[in-house]
């Protein structure tokens, strides 16, 4: 199974000829989610070839525009290509009441159900599972209400030794449980371990989101040890009052989160109009985590 994340914008709040707002495609395991939708997602989605239809799941993290300006729009391009399929938003309760009245307002009616979940910022809780993955919120520290999600791959099946397996002539009824790691007890009392006839599964993956956010710590139990962490990184150190002042993080202190919470792989974007390209922003990251890359729009990256 894939699981990829491909950056559809990786600007701050004015967009650039080369850094769209901010906006995100996940693909894991079969299972398609958009994170924010600023203006311009939807041409970007298309410039990445990606199958729009499919996304089921919009994570919208707050209400600054450069985070779902282009919401109304993307789900009215859906209506217009035909879809009929529900979709579900996860986003700030006042996230239901704009994008409805922007489409009546408009005279739209959609061909699908809209299905609102209300975050209110604060809270660290599970949205979505399914056999899979799952999907949970945690709050960040922001301006306004802000969530985080956090993006992880539920565990695997362990693998069966088919050779194993067959030289000691095992009955298939003791498969099931021996890829959910149980041992299997015989009527005269044997005991056959799953650990003997199977073998982990890959460890599962994890993609922790953090959008605009002021350097906080209290993000860590909730990003810890996860595969790969995108975090915000608005400004270089040098301008520290003014992150403050807007409440957003330096690469620097991105670097820090990342240490401090043990991640395998950094990436950092969100970064402001002044900067002509991030290479100040990843040598100033480096100083506290040496995996770490500035995204760029339309890049993949493989989780």
Known sequence: MSFEVTILGSGAALPTALRNPTAQYVFCNDRHILIDCGEGTQNQLRKAKIHIQKINHILISHLHGDHYFGLVGFLSSLHLLGRDKGITIYGPEELEQIIRLQ?????????FSLEFVPLNGKEHKLLFEDKLIEIWTFPLKHRIPTNGFLIKE?????????????RDGLSLTCIPKFKNGEDVILEDGTVLGAADYTYPSKKPKSYAYCSDTIYTENIIPFIEKATCLYHEATFLHN?????KATFHT???????????AGVQKLLIGHLSARYENGQLHESEAKTHFQNVEVVEDGTIYQI
Do not use: P, S, Y
């Open 103 to 111: 489409l009546e307002v408009g005279g739209a009616q959609l061909g």
């Open 154 to 166: 539920k565990e695997k099946e362990r693998h069966l030794d088919g050779d194993k397996f067959k």
């Open 239 to 243: 301008k520290l009052d003014r992150a």
């Open 250 to 260: 330096t690469a620097l202190q991105a670097g820090m989160i990342a240490d401090k």
